[in-house]
């Protein structure tokens, strides 16, 4: 299966700045996913990322607060623009696995505390 | 609205014991996964079911899926302090090819 590096790991930020949180796979796909999990919660999925087309994003999430790239099959960012305490989770890339398991391969995640 | 509900929500047991988490829905679910997250990592995959009444066991670990295909259980055997995370399940999203929806997960901690 697939192998995501996502960075940074971690990182602490001021209210009203922004972080962009990288996410490269060693494989080409089509689709990569973009999870928030808050403290103690489970995963909500933030967007879809197509290469080529406009970023899909779920209820509740916009394009001017959550800006997504996706510049080819490989790699994406995730921007958190003008964050607030509101904003401190985990952001989550992910890609869905082989096709064997019908499974989703994340990444190890960026631990976002805004202060 | 397709949910996921999982029970329980926090288990703390001993070293040796057994345990079964449930994860349940009204929706049924063409495939459903299970994932163990620990800290500081992203989720890993476990196992998918698809078959209603499907069986599947890694090592410890047995799985079963529902007959209904609404419901999943995760049941260890003899837990070991490396089964200490957080369990998810997650099914099939009728709205989109690829897209997942995830229970709320059971944060499990096993006391050597």
């Known amino acids: 299966s697939a192998v995501i590096s996502q960075k940074p790991s971690r990182d602490i930020c001021q209210r009203g700045t922004s972080l962009t949180i990288q996410c490269q796979v060693d494989?080409?796909?089509?689709?990569m996913f973009w999870y928030r999990q808050q403290p103690g919660q489970s995963l909500t999925l933030i967007a879809t990322?197509?290469?080529?087309?406009?970023?899909?994003?779920e209820s509740g999430f916009v394009i001017d607060k959550f800006p997504i790239s996706r510049p080819n099959l490989t790699f994406s960012t995730l921007t958190v623009s003008n964050m607030s305490p509101e904003d401190s989770s985990i952001y989550l890339c992910?890609?869905?696995?082989?096709?064997?398991?019908?499974?989703?391969?994340f990444g190890s995640g960026t631990r976002l505390t805004v202060v | 609205t397709q949910l996921l509900e999982q029970s329980p929500q926090f288990l703390s047991i001993q070293e040796g014991e057994n345990l079964t988490v449930y994860c349940n829905s009204s929706?049924?679910?063409?495939?459903l996964q299970w994932y163990r997250q620990e800290p500081g990592e992203g989720p890993v995959l476990l196992v998918t079911?698809?078959?209603?009444?499907e069986v599947k066991k890694l090592k410890r670990l047995t799985f079963q899926f529902g007959d209904a295909r609404k419901d999943s259980s995760l049941h260890i055997t003899a837990a070991q302090p490396g089964d200490t995370g957080l369990y998810l399940c997650?099914?099939?999203?009728?709205?989109?090819?690829?897209?997942?929806?995830f229970g709320p997960g059971t944060s499990l901690s096993v006391i050597p």
């Open positions: 992910s890609v869905v696995g082989s096709r064997g398991d019908y499974g989703y391969t």
């Open positions: 494989s080409q796909v089509t689709m």
């Open positions: 990322a197509n290469q080529g087309s406009e970023a899909t994003y």
């Open positions: 929706s049924v679910f063409s495939s």
């Open positions: 079911v698809v078959t209603g009444g």
């Open positions: 997650a099914g099939d999203a009728k709205t989109s090819y690829d897209k997942v929806i």
